[in-house]
Nanobody, 116 residues
Framework: QVQLVESGGGLVQPGHSLRLSCAAS????????MRWFRRAPGKERELVAR????????YYADSVAGRFTISRVDAAKMVYLQMDNLQSGDTAVYYC?????????WGPGTQVTVSS
């Protein structure tokens, strides 16, 4: 059974950091592109970061480039999103996604709220 479970969300003050984790199971993790999306209230879902299998250069949305870092540990079937210098505009539900041709899996999401 395929599962993606996010953790690490919460309430944080502007300028602070959070690290999101996503635990995967039930599929060949190492062959999948792993992505983090977010959906803010009243806005469309946004691709935040992407990391492909093997040695590759991660992709970041312009809105988070230089502040967020995506990483993966294939042996542990984990993907992470280190979020630094968080701003109020980063408030959203963050979703972990696993993708390859013909397969597209989602986690339930974790809430990140940036507020003073």
């Amino acid at each position: 059974q395929v599962q993606l479970v996010e953790s690490g969300g919460g309430l944080v003050q502007p300028g602070h950091s959070l690290r999101l984790s996503c635990a995967a199971s039930g599929f060949t993790f190492s062959s999948f592109t792993m992505r983090w999306f977010r959906r803010a209230p009243g806005k469309e879902r946004e691709l935040v970061a992407r990391i492909s299998p093997g040695v590759s250069i991660p992709y970041y949305a312009d809105s988070v480039a230089g502040r967020f870092t995506i990483s993966r540990v294939d042996a542990a079937k984990m993907v992470y999103l280190q979020m630094d210098n968080l701003q109020s505009g980063d408030t959203a539900v963050y979703y972990c996604n696993a993708w390859e041709w013909g397969s597209d899996y989602w986690g339930p999401g974790t809430q990140v709220t940036v507020s003073s």
